[in-house]
């Protein structure tokens, strides 16, 4: 029987396509796009290095573990609108669930500082979203058309070319490059580091528990002698099997002093210097390492860290799959991370007590707030408020003793038309 093989290449790109579609001639027939500020237009994607350094794997799964909790949402009439949000909440594709999808996109972007997400299309419809990771991405034009392409390299050797306006393209650190996010290559002097200390550690670590002693020998002796007289005094005396009293004895020929100082010569601030040095890069600290991070610390990698990757991912998204026309009547994607579950309890309960009573919180948000599930029979979807609060447009009405009746006539609060109680004294 002979085995058909299949690949993940076949999987994404065989029978699926982008909404213009490229014929495998076209893509044999590219030149090199032309920049404003370099004549480079091919990008190597070198993440491997820094992605197998302890720490900076720490600081970058740290970030992509609580970027992977974000949500993405479609908003507005458009008919495609329920398989987008089928894609951004539940399955972006036949391979991913939504976090490690967000995940992966995270790690893409903090490693290259280039995300690129190909919008699969089958008949018409968006079917899946691949984060496409590849070893080197090259910005190309076809033989007689100006637009912007990009030829994405594989690992495993094989090549694609895709529009650009129709990939979903997320850049970090975006400056010298017209197109492109820049390297990582300001983190390399903080990799060495960490790498040179690592090798301290170890090998100063392999000196401690290699050396228990100096043995002083008083009498001339050869080499070979001293070596021979180190190795009976080892057995006789530092072998448990061999001196089971504790106690080493020695004539006034031999003089052993045991090292007692096992200290580390690298200090504590060396090493922390060089984890804060790459936790700093990546915009994360011990606490949010850790998960021991209070509500301010918490608030403050949001609002530095994941807020501004959010707005970025729902502009690109948004340009992206939907239209000038759909966007024009109001349909955008918005990524947002659920930022209550982080308060404390009395700052939830304040929360609470502050948008309840305007009836901006339904009796689901609330119980989610709580991290209770909704109630059932879209109870929940109730939304409570307080009779303190008044719709602005009827508070003149109630000023001038004008109310409003069930049967939708105005009306007065008494009957003298006055708006106003008389004294019953």
């Given at each position: 029987?002979?085995?058909?093989?299949?690949n993940?290449?076949?999987?994404?790109?065989?029978?699926?396509?982008?909404k213009?579609?490229?014929s495998s001639a076209d893509e044999?027939?590219?030149?090199?796009?032309?920049?404003?500020?370099?004549?480079?237009?091919?990008?190597?994607?070198?993440?491997g290095r820094?992605?197998?350094?302890?720490?900076?794997r720490?600081?970058?799964?740290?970030?992509?573990?609580?970027?992977?909790?974000?949500?993405?949402?479609?908003t507005?009439?458009?008919?495609?609108?329920k398989?987008?949000?089928?894609?951004?909440q539940?399955?972006?594709?036949?391979?991913?669930?939504?976090?490690?999808?967000?995940?992966?996109?995270?790690?893409?972007?903090k490693?290259?500082?280039?995300?690129f997400?190909?919008?699969?299309?089958?008949?018409?419809?968006?079917?899946?979203?691949?984060?496409?990771?590849?070893?080197?991405?090259?910005?190309?034009?076809l033989?007689?058309?100006?637009?912007?392409?990009?030829?994405?390299?594989?690992?495993?050797?094989?090549?694609?070319v895709?529009?650009?306006?129709?990939?979903?393209?997320?850049?970090?650190?975006?400056?010298?490059?017209?197109?492109?996010?820049?390297?990582?290559?300001?983190?390399?002097?903080?990799i060495?580091?960490?790498?040179?200390?690592?090798k301290?550690?170890i090998?100063?670590?392999n000196?401690?528990?290699?050396?228990r002693?100096?043995?002083?020998?008083?009498?001339?002796?050869?080499?070979?002698?001293l070596?021979?007289?180190?190795?009976e005094?080892?057995?006789?005396?530092?072998?448990?099997?061999?001196n089971?009293?504790?106690?080493?004895?020695?004539?006034?020929k031999?003089?052993y002093?045991?090292?007692?100082?096992?200290t580390?010569?690298?200090?504590?601030?060396?090493?922390?210097?060089s984890k804060?040095?790459?936790?700093?890069?990546?915009?994360?600290?011990?606490?949010?390492?850790?998960?021991?991070f209070t509500?301010?610390?918490?608030?403050?990698?949001?609002?530095g860290?994941?807020?501004?990757?959010a707005?970025?991912?729902?502009?690109?998204?948004?340009?992206?799959?939907?239209?000038?026309?759909e966007?024009?009547?109001?349909?955008?994607?918005i990524f947002?991370?659920n930022?209550?579950?982080?308060?404390?309890?009395?700052?939830?309960?304040s929360f609470?007590?502050?948008?309840?009573?305007?009836?901006?919180?339904?009796?689901?948000?609330?119980?989610?707030?709580?991290?209770?599930?909704p109630?059932p029979?879209?109870?929940?979807?109730?939304?409570?408020?307080?009779?303190?609060?008044?719709?602005?447009?009827?508070?003149?009405?109630?000023q001038?003793?004008?109310?409003?009746?069930?049967?939708?006539?105005?009306?007065t609060?008494?009957?003298?038309?006055s708006?106003?109680?008389?004294?019953?004294?």
């Amino acid at each position: 029987m002979k085995l058909k093989i299949r690949n993940l290449f076949n999987t994404i790109f065989d029978k699926g396509t982008t909404k213009s579609g490229i014929s495998s001639a076209d893509e044999n027939d590219t030149y090199l796009y032309q920049l404003l500020n370099s004549f480079n237009s091919t990008y190597t994607q070198d993440s491997g290095r820094s992605w197998d350094i302890a720490t900076v794997r720490k600081a970058v799964d740290a970030f992509c573990r609580h970027f992977g909790k974000i949500n993405g949402k479609a908003t507005g009439p458009s008919e495609h609108n329920k398989d987008i949000n089928r894609l951004l909440q539940s399955k972006p594709n036949p391979l991913m669930e939504s976090y490690s999808f967000y995940y992966k996109v995270a790690a893409n972007l903090k490693l290259t500082n280039n995300v690129f997400i190909y919008p699969e299309y089958r008949n018409g419809r968006i079917y899946a979203l691949w984060p496409l990771l590849s070893t080197q991405v090259q910005l190309v034009r076809l033989k007689g058309r100006t637009d912007l392409y990009v030829r994405f390299l594989f690992g495993s050797g094989r090549h694609k070319v895709l529009p650009y306006e129709e990939l979903i393209h997320i850049r970090g650190h975006f400056y010298s490059h017209d197109i492109l996010g820049s390297s990582n290559s300001p983190l390399d002097a903080s990799i060495k580091l960490s790498e040179a200390l690592i090798k301290s550690l170890i090998d100063s670590s392999n000196l401690i528990n290699a050396v228990r002693g100096i043995l002083a020998i008083k009498t001339a002796s050869k080499d070979e002698d001293l070596n021979k007289k180190r190795d009976e005094f080892v057995k006789n005396n530092l072998q448990i099997n061999s001196n089971g009293s504790g106690v080493i004895v020695t004539d006034n020929k031999l003089d052993y002093t045991p090292i007692k100082d096992q200290t580390n010569p690298i200090s504590d601030s060396h090493v922390k210097y060089s984890k804060e040095e790459i936790y700093d890069y990546f915009g994360v600290n011990d606490s949010i390492v850790k998960n021991d991070f209070t509500e301010a610390q918490w608030n403050s990698f949001y609002e530095g860290g994941i807020e501004p990757i959010a707005i970025q991912l729902s502009q690109a998204f948004t340009n992206v799959l939907y239209t000038n026309l759909e966007y024009s009547y109001g349909n955008k994607i918005i990524f947002e991370s659920n930022r209550l579950q982080y308060l404390s309890v009395p700052s939830k309960i304040s929360f609470v007590k502050e948008l309840a009573p305007m009836g901006a919180l339904s009796l689901d948000e609330i119980r989610e707030v709580f991290n209770m599930s909704p109630l059932p029979n879209n109870q929940g979807k109730k939304v409570v408020q307080s009779l303190n609060w008044i719709n602005a447009e009827e508070a003149s009405k109630y000023q001038i003793g004008k109310v409003v009746s069930d049967n939708g006539k105005e009306g007065t609060n008494e009957s003298n038309g006055s708006g106003i109680e008389p004294d019953s004294g």
